[in-house]
């Protein structure tokens, strides 16, 4: 069974800094893309940032040059570091991991999606 925990929310002041972490365990496949999203009160969920297996990565526009995620493969974790927060990143954030698994010696494979349950982040003064 593939678990997906998040750790490292909390409260911060605004100017704050926090890292969240994301760890991935009973994966039988390789994990691909791996991302972080938040959902705010009131509001859908919206991408972050996302990396793949290859360290490219992608930001939302809100967050560029504020937030950093990167990845460790060998540990199947993935991180966000998160500088000079805003009252507007509070929100549930949550990890997302993409997993593929091969199903026979074809090569055949199937795609699974996977959450975490969501660590809180409150920037509050």
């Known amino acids: 069974q593939v678990q997906v925990v998040e750790s490292g929310g909390g409260l911060v002041q605004p100017g704050g800094s926090l890292t969240l972490s994301c760890t991935v365990s009973g994966s039988r496949g390789s994990i691909n893309d791996m991302g972080w999203y938040r959902q705010a009160p009131g509001k859908e969920r919206e991408l972050v940032a996302a990396?793949?297996?290859?360290?490219?990565?992608n930001y939302a526009d809100s967050v560029k040059g504020r937030f950093t995620i990167s990845r460790d493969n060998a540990k199947d974790a993935v991180y966000l570091q998160m500088n000079s927060l805003k009252v507007q990143d509070t929100a549930v954030y949550y990890c997302?991991?993409?997993?593929?698994?091969?199903?026979?010696?074809?090569?055949?494979?199937?795609?699974?999606?996977?959450w975490g349950e969501g660590t809180l982040v409150t920037v509050s003064p």
């Open positions: 997302k991991v993409d997993i593929r698994i091969v199903v026979n010696v074809e090569g055949a494979y199937i795609d699974r999606t996977y």
């Open positions: 990396i793949n297996r290859g360290h490219s990565t």
